[in-house]
């Protein structure tokens, strides 16, 4: 079964750091790009980061560069986002998710399998 | 950037309904527009990629058109487990963006 498991989040003040966890199982996760995607308490969804299959390309929203760092460790089957200076605005459900066919984060198709997401609060 | 703009924001329509969800991209993105559906503390769904694909294991009744700038995602008969908020997103060039979302709620 493909699964998505998130972990990492929690409360922090702002200007603090938090590091998301994603770990996969079920598929070759080296062959695939990966996202993650965050949503504001009561808003859509925000694209965050994304990163290709080796790990080579990485992109990010303008919200956050700059910030944040998205890393893989396909030895370890995990994905990562490191965010640092926090403020008030990242407190959000964050999810990542694999892209459905493709090495690159843009391009054909969508996002296929999503976690269950890790709640990230900054507040003081 | 790319903007993805979605309309209507809401609506509200009955079992049966046919409902049509309009989404335009602020530059040309072929075919490279995706749908997803939303429940409530749920992830969202891929329903629809590349414009008209639908993604294994959804209904039927959910169908995508459109290229360019100009899309539409639409359920041929509405059903109640289809109340949920829609989403588009392009893929055709980073950064991704979302559009707003399109509540669908119980008329």
């Known amino acids: 079964e493909v699964q998505l498991l998130e972990s990492g989040g929690g409360l922090v003040q702002p200007g603090g750091s938090l590091r998301l966890s994603c770990a996969v199982s079920?598929?070759?996760?080296?062959?695939?790009?990966m996202n993650w995607v965050r949503q504001a308490p009561g808003k859509g969804l925000e694209w965050v980061s994304g990163?290709?299959?080796?790990?080579?390309?990485?992109y990010y929203a303008d919200s956050v560069k700059g910030r944040f760092t998205i890393s893989r460790d396909n030895s370890k089957n995990t994905l990562y986002l490191q965010m640092n200076s926090l403020r008030g605005e990242d407190t959000a459900v964050y999810y990542c998710?694999?892209?459905?066919?493709?090495?690159?984060?843009?391009?054909?198709?969508?996002?296929?399998?999503w976690g269950q997401g890790t709640t990230a609060t900054v507040s003081s | 950037d790319i903007q993805v703009t979605q309309s209507p924001s809401s609506l509200s329509a009955s079992v049966g309904d046919r409902v049509t969800i309009t989404c335009r991209a602020t530059?040309?993105?072929?075919?490279?527009l995706n749908w997803y559906q939303q429940k409530p503390g749920k992830a969202p769904n891929l329903l629809i990629y590349?414009?008209?694909s639908l993604q294994s294991g959804v209904p039927s009744r959910f169908s995508g058109s459109g290229s360019g700038t100009d899309f539409t995602l639409t359920i041929s008969s509405l059903q109640p487990e289809d109340f949920a908020t829609y989403y588009c997103?392009?893929?055709?060039?980073?950064?991704?963006?979302f559009g707003g979302g399109t509540r669908v709620e119980i008329k």
């Open positions: 530059q040309r993105i072929s075919i490279y």
């Open positions: 590349d414009a008209s």
């Open positions: 079920g598929f070759t996760f080296s062959s695939y790009a």
């Open positions: 998710a694999k892209k459905t066919v493709g090495k690159t984060v843009a391009g054909t198709s969508g996002m296929d399998v």
């Open positions: 990163i290709s299959d080796s790990g080579g390309a990485k």
């Open positions: 997103q392009q893929s055709y060039s980073s950064p991704l963006t």
